[in-house]
């Protein structure tokens, strides 16, 4: 499986996809200075409040996932490449399996270093501007170490949403791209439903594995070009 998943890495259009997952990371490293000096001001302005404005930001990641899985998924069934998996010593299924291993593999690890890099570059732009009050505890970065990793599994489950309807079935790359950042966008709305955020997230990830079951599960039927 593991040759499979990296065969995927080598069909994809890397640069563009390494130059993306760049300015993803230095928009998500940037933006809360700007969150921090406008909002933070009506707000706490804490190291507590700052976790949330950091973790929020990352579901950006969303819509990352769903341009892979128009590399992944879409592009083959339009270019008629994936007539060739039928050339592969495994099942559809299987392969299929390895294609949405390498999008979660991918968008796992993109989240978790751009986790990592906002918190240095948020911990280092405070000491120079003084944008938040107090100081980064010991506490309060085993919580944003805790955060990172719940909320990056949270994240690649959600990126699978349109997996199935608009990557796999209808192959639309429009409705693929809206759905992402519908689900991206929806937590950020919940207080005008009085949904809770984390449930919220929670819901949307469930969503997400029920996606990639349903492609697995019709992988034979749903395959033919």
């Given amino acids: 499986m593991a040759k499979y998943v990296y065969l995927e890495w080598k069909k994809l259009r890397r640069l563009n996809v390494i130059s993306e997952v760049i300015v993803y990371f230095l928009i998500i490293m ?3 200075v700007l969150f921090f000096k406008e909002i933070f001001p009506l707000a706490s302005g804490s190291y507590d409040s700052a976790i949330d404005v950091l973790a929020g930001m990352q579901v950006g990641f969303v819509l990352f996932g769903a341009s892979l899985i128009n590399q992944v998924f879409v592009e083959e069934f339009k270019t008629k490449t994936i007539v060739l998996n039928d050339s592969y010593p495994i099942t559809r299924k299987k392969l299929f399996t390895a294609k ?22 948020t911990i280092v732009l405070d000491q ?8 980064p505890t010991m506490k309060i970065l085993i919580e944003y170490l805790g955060l990172m990793f719940n ?4 994240i690649t489950f959600i ?5 199935f309807l608009f990557g796999f ?3 639309s790359v429009i409705l693929l791209v809206v759905t992402a950042i519908f689900a991206m966008q929806f937590p950020n709305f919940t207080y005008l439903f009085h949904f809770d955020y984390q449930i919220t997230l929670f819901v949307l990830a469930i969503l997400g594995f029920c996606s990639i079951l349903a492609t697995l599960l019709t992988a034979e039927r749903f395959s033919e070009v």
């Fill in 100 to 121: 949405i291993l390498f999008i979660a593999i991918f968008v796992f690890f993109a989240s978790v270093l751009s986790f990592i890099l906002t918190g240095i570059s």
């Fill in 169 to 171: 079935w209808k192959r």
């Fill in 159 to 163: 990126s699978f949403l349109p997996l």
């Fill in 30 to 32: 940037f933006l809360p």
């Fill in 151 to 154: 909320r990056s599994i949270i």
């Fill in 128 to 135: 120079l501007f003084s944008l938040i009050q107090g100081e």
